[in-house]
């Protein structure tokens, strides 16, 4: 096998390993197991109409196909009318184009403290890391964004980036790194602790940085959602915003943005509405008393014009960021996102992170699934994640011709393809496959339970037992019904 | 722009082939109330998620607002006075007590006295949702964009035959289809987070209490 | 005994045995012929069946899964309804099948096919509604709702329906029915570690359902759940439901 592979942020990836560690780790399993059985029963109780979900759907999984086939048009005449509402539109490849960007912008204007709203896209570009190299202060503003900031970890959900700590964690960290706070585990004093901290960097901070749920093209319009309220605030009092987001999320109309919506947040954390949701159409404009002097978008790539090539992988591009996949993931529930080591983790980060990064590098998380369907079930756009896992798995391990998939064929394993090719040839003769099977029926008391494979199931199982002999062969014996 | 002549180029170089499917929104544009029903579905929504209510009658609920203030020993509110309502809350508004503060100049001019010492801010509202709650704003030179989100209440006033059956349906006659103001809003209580322990906290960065004075 | 409802004319089924079946649950095989001839349907068992490929589909070799389907395909060439004894087989004979075979020669054909495959308890309410009458003791069961079953062929309330019909027995809910027991086929020996923290909790929740027996319309499942449960040393026994009917309504 070929030396471990390395992902982008300097990390090994060895799913397996690091799904042992979390798998071994008690708090980590309980945590998880009743944050998604809440997240679980909120979601069931805003959907209780399954006619109403089908249709819904339906209707979410058909505006944003719909969308995604007209994606370079939209695209640009999304740009076209940000633009004339007077915001500037930046284009960006890569992570690092994007990061250049931004840094360029801040840098021009003498800015060097930013207060982030949420964005996963600034998390795949790794922007706080690159700002602090750079000299300039990125602070997170998300509650629970700001508490992995403080202790200096990645989300490990990607709507509640905190999930995994307990209080007495966060209090710990916040009794260490915020000046003058005392120990408590009340989440009130907690939550009014963090308030003041970034209340004073909303008011001081030389610009404000977001992402986008959803860009509609007709008017020029950035959408934001969110509860807390810091997104308002990275918006509106800063003199300068800075929006990032993923070419995939622009919508034809704003009356698109109403169902998909109501699916994100009932999907997301069982709420049929958020606190909030901005619209921004432009910087402070005509007489306005408040806002931003100037909105710029950056519109990142890096690697979705790729996956929008294949008609059956696009639909990962349909994804609205909700959540709702992982939440309802018996693999996710038991090992908690960073087991991923990938920005994206649960079944869309499966799915995305081999397509942006490479299928060969990232083949074990394809592979890290029993295929149970329960993602698909919930995805409130339709998106077939266990169909395009089994893509994925075919395409690290295959050249097939006419693959558009970035790493297709690297992971490939000669002792994977000459088993399955010993498997093709006996099961696609019936008289190989009748041969195998009674030898196996007369045979398999003998196999020891430490044989590779065998020893695999066996660790936690008991061997599994076989009959004296086959169905078929009772049936031969006994005379098959004639056909 | 080299990036996006590249980024373009590539998702042009596949010719998605098929139709497009048609989306059918009869699914939420069914969603529809008896007026009379729909303030109430408003008020059970935006109730449990922690939003107050004041009834008041159209001539009389700048005073409402203004016992509501005093009652609750707020010494201070922020307002618009180039609206109607904003005039009219100011003729109401008594002599002694706590101040009626104009939001007439450019944030940068008194940012601190808005961010420390501004106790509430009272907006008007372009209507509401029945389905599931919220209230529909759009900020302006009139009514700036922080006077709904830094001081830490927001008093609203949503006139209840202006209250829309669903988002979709707000959008589409609002007009926002076709234009939007630079900023618009959706409102649907106070500002709350779970992200300590998935147990709700109110008042993390936006207002921590949103009082619906509701005008019929 | 069971009866059939109504009086129609003699129906006819292929009976698809699958692998795990074949080899592992012969006598559930063996019951499910049984519970549809006692309903009065003519069962035709074809010659030369392995495998429906999905082992070698769900890792990505579509080659060889098709040339392990392409002969099964073959084996049903009259427009009968195919019953298989598991609804993992049957939801890719017809959800994936279509997949596998889009765009080779065989796409009709594939097609032609899914429209009449049955998991044997969705076969037995909805086509034929069976009606079961129950010859045992009194006993507590729960039933493991397979994750293909249920999503790929859509089985979920057949199995229960059929259940209740047996007046002495008593069905008692599993903890989190729905969700996986980590089987996954080949899930559990390439994952191994995850697959077993899945079977332990499922494991777990059998034996808190206070049930004597677990049953299931898959093998793979009753493979996983039985096995852990037997290393474990403590919890009720494993069955498949189509063994489980037949011995109700027929004795042994």
């Not at chain 1, 109780?45 to 058909?62: I, Q």
């Not at chain 1, 999320?249 to 954390?269: F, G, Q, W």
């Not at chain 3, 993992?88 to 279509?98: I, L, R, T, Y």
């Not at chain 3, 093998?219 to 996983?224: I, Q």
Request: glycine share 10%.
């Amino acid at each position: 096998m070929a030396a471990e592979p390395a992902a982008p942020n300097g990390l090994e990836v060895d799913f397996l390993a690091s799904s042992a560690r979390a798998l071994a780790d008690p708090q980590l399993r309980r945590n998880f197991r009743r944050a998604m059985d809440g997240l679980m029963a909120k979601r069931a109780a805003v959907f209780p109409d399954p006619s109403e979900w089908t249709r819904l759907r339906a209707l979410g999984g058909a505006i944003r196909a719909k969308n995604l086939l007209k994606l370079p048009d939209l695209l640009e005449r999304l740009e076209k009318n940000l633009t004339k509402n007077g915001i500037t539109v930046h284009w960006a490849s890569t992570t690092a184009q994007a990061n250049q960007v931004v840094l360029e912008l801040l840098e021009a204007r003498g800015v060097k403290a930013l207060v982030k709203g949420k964005s996963m896209v600034s998390e795949e570009m790794g922007l706080n890391h690159f700002l602090g190299a750079h000299g300039v202060e990125s602070l997170e503003s998300d509650l629970g964004e700001y508490i992995i900031q403080l202790d200096g970890e990645m989300p490990s959900h990607i709507i509640m980036p905190a999930i995994h700590k307990n209080k007495d964690q966060i209090a710990r960290t916040f009794s260490e790194k915020i000046r003058n706070a005392k120990y408590t585990e009340e989440v009130d004093e907690l939550t009014a602790m963090a308030r003041a901290v970034l209340r004073q960097k909303f008011f001081e901070a030389g610009a404000g940085l977001s992402g986008v749920n959803f860009a509609v093209a007709d008017t020029g319009t950035l959408c934001l959602v969110e509860n807390e309220g810091n997104g308002r605030m990275s918006t509106h009092v800063p003199p300068l915003h800075i929006a990032l987001m993923g070419l995939e999320k622009v919508v034809e109309r704003l009356d698109e943005v109403a169902p998909l919506y109501s699916l994100l947040t009932r999907s997301a954390t069982g709420q049929a509405i958020s606190t909030y949701l901005n619209l921004i159409s432009g910087p402070r404009s005509g007489g306005e008393r408040d806002g931003p002097r100037e909105v710029h978008l950056v519109i990142l790539d890096n690697g979705r014009s790729r996956i929008f090539q294949d008609p059956e992988l696009r639909a990962t591009l349909a994804c609205i960021r909700c959540g709702a996949c992982m939440n309802h993931c018996p693999v996710y529930t038991r090992i908690g996102g960073h087991a991923y080591e990938a920005v994206y983790p649960g079944p869309i980060g499966s799915i995305l992170t081999p397509q942006q990064e490479g299928a060969g590098l990232w083949h074990e998380l394809p592979h890290a699934s029993s295929l149970c369907g329960a993602c698909a079930e919930v995805c409130p756009v339709g998106i077939p994640i266990p169909h395009l896992l089994i893509r994925l798995r075919r395409e690290a391990g295959h050249r097939v011709p006419g693959s558009t998939v970035l790493g297709a064929g690297s992971a490939r394993s000669r002792l994977e393809d000459l088993a399955w090719s010993v498997w093709g040839w006996v099961l696609g003769h019936p008289a190989a496959y009748r041969l195998a099977s009674w030898c196996a029926t007369r045979c398999w008391r003998l196999l020891p339970s430490r044989a590779p494979v065998l020893e695999a199931w066996t660790r936690s199982r008991h061997k599994p037992r076989m009959a004296g002999a086959s169905l078929q062969e009772r049936l031969r014996r006994s005379g098959v019904p004639d056909a | 722009m080299p990036e996006r002549d590249a980024i373009l180029a590539g998702l042009r170089a596949v010719l998605p082939g098929g139709r497009p499917p048609v989306p059918d929104f009869a699914v939420v544009e069914e969603k529809r109330w008896d007026p009379g029903e729909r303030a109430a579905r408003l008020r059970r929504g935006m109730a449990a998620v922690k939003a107050e209510f004041i009834e008041a009658g159209p001539e009389d609920w700048p005073r409402a607002v203004a016992a509501f203030v005093l009652g609750e020993g707020l010494p201070s509110l922020l307002y618009g006075p180039d609206t109607t309502e904003g005039r009219a809350l100011a003729a109401a508004w008594p002599a002694l007590g706590p101040r009626l503060v104009p939001y007439d100049r450019p944030v940068e001019t008194f940012k601190q006295e808005l961010f420390e010492g501004i106790a509430a801010g009272f907006t008007t509202t372009l209507g509401g949702i029945a389905e599931t709650g919220g209230l529909l704003l759009a900020p302006g030179p009139f009514e700036p964009r922080l006077l709904s989100l830094v001081p830490p209440v927001h008093i609203a006033l949503l006139r209840a035959d202006r209250i829309f059956d669903t988002l979709l349906q707000a959008f589409r006659e609002l007009g926002w289809n076709k234009v939007l103001p630079a900023n618009a809003l959706v409102i649907s209580g106070p500002s709350k987070t779970a992200d300590i322990e998935q147990t709700l906290a109110y008042g993390v960065h936006g207002p921590r209490r949103l009082i619906v004075v509701l005008v019929s | 005994m069971a009866t059939r409802a109504g009086s129609r004319p003699l129906r006819e089924v292929y009976f698809y045995a699958t692998c795990l079946v074949d080899l592992f649950f012969p006598d559930a095989g063996m019951a499910g012929i049984e519970l549809l001839r006692a309903a009065g349907v003519r069962v035709i068992f074809p010659e030369g069946q392995t495998c429906c490929g999905q082992p070698a589909f769900n890792c990505g070799y579509w080659e060889q899964a098709r040339a392990v389907a392409r002969g099964q395909l073959a084996l049903f060439p009259r427009d009968l309804p195919v019953v298989l004894p598991s609804g993992s087989c049957a939801g890719m004979m017809k959800v994936h099948f279509p997949e596998l075979f889009h765009g080779q020669p065989e796409e009709a054909r594939a097609l032609a096919l899914s429209g009449r495959v049955f998991e044997l308890t969705q076969f037995l309410v909805d086509q034929l509604d069976l009606k079961l009458e129950d010859l045992g003791q009194p006993v507590r069961v729960t039933l493991h709702a397979s994750c293909h079953a249920m999503r790929d062929q859509g089985v979920l309330d057949q199995p229960r329906a059929l259940l209740r019909q047996l007046r002495n027995v008593e069905l008692v809910p599993l903890a989190r029915e729905l969700e996986c027991c980590g089987f996954g086929g080949v899930f559990a020996v390439r994952d191994p570690a995850l697959s077993a923290a899945m079977a332990a909790d499922k494991a777990e929740d059998a034996r808190a359902s206070g049930a004597e027996l677990v049953l299931s319309t898959d093998g793979g499942c009753l493979m996983n759940i039985g096995g852990t449960l037997e290393k474990q040393g403590f919890g009720p026994a494993t069955m498949h439901i189509a063994q489980f009917l037949r011995e109700r309504t027929h004795g042994r």
